[in-house]
């Protein structure tokens, strides 16, 4: 960014001090959207500046008067395209809601809101979260700021882009296999998916409901915790929204210490077809925290190999139900040709839905249908059972476990779409967490040979935020360390 300000807690600091106004702020975030933008293609569309100076002004006057004194007050987020922002448009990155401004704002945006953070703009997404790369979206490609030629990852890449490109500080993302979690290791930048229901998925748009999870994306693991603390906590417009019994105070975690700490590595994480440079950069991390007093093993997390047909199959069924409410009647896209009601059905989602969101629907509706509701939803939901047992017993022996975010480094545009069923095999490392609806982070641990980031992934067990906050924050601070003395 053009400013010296690293963290979006330094910048509302320096907002409470008087030393910058929310004002200048909005004004500095807009103008490097509008100067690094048209390279990464990160945003869809950008709050209009006389309502967000407007906002500024009314958010300094609080802070001025004192009553507002939140750690994010008066920060510029980016918000991913699939969380509905009233009065600012909400497409998915998908053609059948190219238009739709929804009548209100999801929970998590009033939060965000209501801590005097300014929701700067909304970001390009695979197209209803379907995708890796962020290629999948209707209207434009997204870039990875640390090399052009490559894909942020997805869905979360735009965030994920404008993070890394310094467009933003912070971004909220939505997590439903990985999709924080793998384009901030593409990208370099630090992303947490949160337990199952600790972030209000109402005004979320459904992908796979009980899947999906709105998280951060930040610079940093206490600019992440802080945006997590900001949208985190129960609400009672969302079933499955939890009250946390350990509460919702994560910026407490960022404290430097491992010491004691049991840390596994699950062995199926580590084999064929994980690159040899990201693997030797989780060793490598492995040994910072064995350095740092943590104990570090390996061991075997039965039922790995399960996850991604099981995943796969939950969540396309999932979709098929969800993505059903997209006919062309209440709101969105409506085909014009076509006679007759069904005519008219068929026309609208063929034309208002890509190739990938057609072929998980066209999966999902194969699976539920009679004579294979049996033989593969049931059984992907008896795996999944399973998968969380796998994890309960894994976490009666460690703290946390530790492993890749992705097989490789971000590939070049283009690559993944040609083997869709190589770019779904490629969530392994991802996918289980949703599964069994546990919290995980990814950070930065490191680079490729292309100086392309690599990112490590911290898994808890459910409501064990503080834990991985606690363990990444204490490696992040490790590794600056490492890196200054280098430098020096």
Known sequence: MTRKTTTAL???REIREKKRSVRETVRETLKNIKTLDDSIGAFLSVTPEEELLAKADAIQRQIDDGSLTGPLAGVPVAVKDNICTKGLATTCASRILENFVPPYSASAVERLEAAGALVIGKTNMDEFAMGSTTETSAFKVTRNPRNPEHVPGGSSGGSCAAVAAGEVL???????GGSIRQPSAFCGVTGLKPTYGTVSRYGLIAYASSLDQIGPVAGNV???AALLEAVAGHDPKDATSLQRPDGTSFTEACVPDVRGMKIGIPKAYLQEGLDPEVRDAILRAADTF???????ESFDLPLTEYAIPAYYLIASAEASSNL????GVKYGY???EGEGLHEMYKRTRSEGFGPEVKRRIMLGSFVLSAGYYDAYYLKALRTRALIRESYTRAFQSYDLLLAPAYPTTAPKLGVSLEDPLKMYLGDI???SVNLAGLPAISIPCGCDSQRLPIGMQLIGDAFMEKKIIRAAYTF???AGIAAERKEA
């Not at 912070?170 to 439903?176: F, M, R, V």
């Not at 059903?324 to 006919?327: I, M, V």
């Open 324 to 327: 059903a409410r997209f006919d």
């Open 476 to 478: 992040e601070q490790a």
């Open 222 to 224: 206490a600019d992440c």
């Open 170 to 176: 912070l971004a909220l993302g939505s997590d439903t």
């Open 10 to 12: 330094d910048l509302s």
């Open 290 to 296: 064995r350095s740092l007093g943590a104990e570090v």
């Open 429 to 431: 490392h991802t996918v």
């Open 334 to 336: 409506r085909s014009p």
